[in-house]
Each structure stands twice: as C-alpha cells, then as structure tokens.
C-alpha cells in the first residue's frame, strides 16, 4: 500500500484568552490517531498560578505544560506525538487573565497503520 494511503498531514490552530479548552485539530475519526510533530504556542500574559496546557482531548492527559510567557516552539521529532485513537489536540487555559495562541502540525495515522 503507497505510504500516502496510510496517512495524512494535518494542521490547525487556536486561541484563548480565558479561562477553558480550545481544539487545535479535531479528531482524525474511529480507528484514526493523530500525531503531533510540531507546536508553537505563545503566550502572551499569564494570571496567577498559570497553567497553560496541551492535551489528548479536552479535559485528557496533559503532555505539555507552561505558566511562563513566551514563544514556545515544540519539536516532538519524526514520529510525533501519538494521541489516543479518535482524540482531539486540545489547549487548555485553567487560570483567567491568560491570552494565548497556538499552532500545531501533525498527521493522521489510519487504523492498523505503525511507524
């Protein structure tokens, strides 16, 4: 099977400026997993005891955390980020007076499909 058959890139983005969650890329669908390769996220102000967070899917696993502003660039490597199947990329906001962006890029790995 062509590798393009077994895959696809995928990219999206968001922002908050309160407190709560945001997609970045839905969910591939049943049977499909998302990996991450790579994320800016920049944040802009910060409230007190600041968490800013990447996750799998809002409210899931935090993979990537922050309370400091700044650009961050995220290199995950070649391979990426695997998040569960048919799980969102999710940023999330859990103190107010927080403003923050985020891009991400990534592929969908088709069911039965490992590298």
Known sequence: M?????YE??????SLTAVGD???ISAPGTGKKLRITHAVVSVLSVGTNAVIALEDGAGGAKFWATNQVGTHVLNFGPRGYELP??????LTVETADSTVYCAAIGYIV?????Y
């Open 2 to 6: 062509p590798r393009d058959e077994l």
């Open 9 to 14: 890139s995928t990219q999206g983005e968001g």
């Open 22 to 24: 945001q997609t970045i």
């Open 85 to 90: 199947a048919d799980t969102a990329l999710n």
């Open 110 to 114: 088709r069911e039965g499909y490992e």
